[in-house]
């Protein structure tokens, strides 16, 4: 799942000095059994304790009415279900998309399951493990009332084809579908039948006949960008600024990274829609330009929460817990934070080189810069995030990360240079994103470790907004000398093959959009990653993710920082308010209400 700019542009050393002033604050308060129950500027109302909504319901309600205000610095990559890939969106997108299944509106590790939703039964699949069939519930309809058929979801699916007009979003059904890439897409597909892989014998009835099997086939359907798109209502590349429902919301109206706002859709039927209880009567977003600005407003009581799920900004959360310690939960965000190492720039090309930095860095210095263990989260040790089955956390620290309170271990170090051939150390760039001020703070951490080892690494600060351009593109990388890069990723489905296989697999390298920053291309872990998409054992296939990380982290492509947390505000008027695995530890927008 691909993290995003916050559009929060601040000079590393004014993101250090809030950090620490964050961590007093937290080694004040951190440790006491008070819940700091304040009004959070909620007119009075009662704030529901800290962590109260942290894998587990704030506020049960089923009270309808009201306006659901949502706050964010960033607006979506788009609101077209086909093109959108930032988390935050994803989640939004289930107010006015419905999928054949989705993710269960549950706490913690269950809202990671997937459940029937447009479907009335989760998939019928063949003993080979290559036929799915689905048949609609009766009575779901589009907004203006027609009923929504198979061949709506069909031709929404086959929209990922597009990408020519619809690029951005996810492709895995179209690699699992159509491996070799013969469908041209609904735009250019002369033929009156689409894609042969999906069969609709009548309207209720849609049928997807896989080349090879792959066992996650399911949780890529539960995505939005498997949404029903009605042939008709499609407006191309236009579609995100106004997107035809079929979920209990639809567009009133959008002005692109100022406002949107959802009003109900009346045509949506409570007893055609298992997962959705749509409390709240209409749901806006406000944009803003300044983060600090938004989070005293939320703190005011302005707004119910931050759309974008990232955590409050350094001032945001100093005050949060001093003020309103009970309207914040402090979950695990499924996203690792990292460093990672192009093999294409040298001496990165060395695994010993690659260790070096390993085991060079402060990695307590390193979670202090992202916010230390209360705001940034647990020490990394590997690559795998808690919230992927076969994960082992922290129990796997190959490199001693978190051993020592994560010291460095120079002596390593400097064995692992002499091994290398660069005894003295060497020169380097760090790539950083310059709207992400904590990772800015991040990557001045880490130069200053590498330096008392004789590795001197410039800090190269690039335009967030052109990430794919810049570190996606693998010959800008390389000219531009990039042997450290700074990013995160959290899981696009909870499995190594919806988190690790863009990262690890080398046939997911791209010439531009590439996120296998390592061009790591190592035929036992593809072969690994084949196994595990065959693979239908539950055990089987957490042994296969747990293999899959071991080479990763054998092969020194990756320094992990955090395991990352967020501190998250609620305000005290949301009701039914949870952090879900199946959005990264974000609160589950699709049920929220207010008081």
Request: glycine share 10%; with cysteine; charged share 25%.
């Amino acid at each position: 799942m691909k993290t995003h700019s916050t559009g929060r542009r601040k000079q590393a050393l004014a993101a250090t000095a809030a950090i620490a002033a964050l961590l007093s604050v937290a080694a004040c308060g951190g440790g006491d059994s008070d819940d700091g129950n304040g009004s959070g500027g909620n007119g009075g109302a009662k704030a529901a304790g800290f962590d109260a909504a942290n894998n587990k319901v704030a506020n049960a309600s089923t009270k309808k009415g009201g306006t659901l205000k949502f706050a964010s610095v960033q607006d979506a990559d788009s609101w077209d279900t086909t093109r959108g890939y930032y988390g935050m969106a994803w989640n939004f997108m289930r107010y006015y998309s419905r999928q054949l299944v989705t993710n269960a509106a549950e706490p913690g590790a269950k809202g990671a399951g997937v459940v029937p939703d447009l479907a009335k039964d989760k998939a019928e699949i063949s003993s080979d493990g290559k036929t799915y069939t689905y048949h609609l519930r009766e009575g779901v309809t589009w907004e203006d009332g027609k009923p929504i058929t198979s061949q709506d979801v069909k031709y929404g699916i086959e929209r990922q084809w597009a990408q020519d007009v619809l690029s951005g979003g996810p492709v895995y059904i179209k690699n699992v579908l159509d491996p070799d890439g013969k469908y041209k897409g609904p735009y250019k597909d002369t033929s009156k039948e689409g894609l042969k892989a999906i069969q609709t014998p009548d309207d209720q009835t849609i049928v997807f006949k896989l080349p090879k099997r792959n066992s996650d086939f399911e949780e890529m359907l539960a995505m939005t960008s498997s949404s029903p798109v009605r042939k008709d209502k499609d407006t191309k590349s236009k579609y995100g600024l106004h997107p035809f429902s079929s979920g209990p919301y639809k567009f009133q109206s959008y002005k692109p990274a100022k406002s949107l706002t959802l009003v109900r859709n009346t045509e949506w039927k409570q007893a055609s829609d298992p997962v959705r209880k749509a409390l709240p009567d209409k749901i806006t977003i406000t944009f803003f330009t300044n983060a600090d600005d938004m989070d005293n407003r939320l703190l005011n009581g302005e707004f119910d929460l931050d759309l974008n799920q990232t955590g409050l900004s350094p001032q945001g959360r100093t005050k949060a817990l001093r003020e309103h310690k009970g309207n914040i939960d402090n979950p695990v965000s499924g996203y690792i934070r990292y460093a990672v190492f192009p093999q294409s720039v040298k001496p990165f090309d060395n695994i010993h080189c690659r260790k070096a930095v390993l085991y060079g860095a402060d990695h307590k210095s390193l979670q202090t810069a992202r916010g230390g263990p209360q705001a940034g989260g647990d020490i990394g040790t590997n690559m795998l995030p808690p919230s992927v089955p076969g994960s082992e956390g922290q129990k796997y620290d190959p490199y001693g990360m978190a051993a020592n309170d994560g010291a460095p271990n120079t002596a390593k170090a400097k064995e692992e240079l002499k091994a290398c051939g660069k005894p003295s150390g060497f020169k380097t760039t760090i790539a950083v994103r310059n709207n992400k001020p904590v990772e800015v703070a991040t990557a001045t951490s880490l130069q200053a470790s590498l330096k008392k080892i004789g590795i001197q690494a410039d800090i190269d600060q690039y335009d967030g907004a052109q990430t794919a351009g810049i570190i996606g593109n693998p010959k800008v990388v390389k000219s531009k000398n990039y042997g450290i890069i700074i990013m995160g990723w959290g899981p696009d489905f909870p499995s190594v093959q919806g988190y690790g296989q863009p990262l690890w697999d080398s046939r997911f390298t791209l010439d531009n959009g590439n996120n296998n920053y390592a061009l790591i291309d190592d035929k036992a872990i593809n072969g690994d990653f084949d196994k595990f998409n065959n693979e239908l054992d539950k055990t089987k296939k957490e042994q296969l993710a747990t293999d899959i990380n071991h080479k990763v982290m054998e092969g020194g492509y990756y320094l992990p920082f955090v395991f990352e947390k967020f501190i998250n505000f609620r305000s005290s008027r949301l009701t039914n308010v949870y952090s879900t695995n199946g959005y990264s530890g974000m609160y589950d927008f699709v049920n929220l209400g207010v008081k």
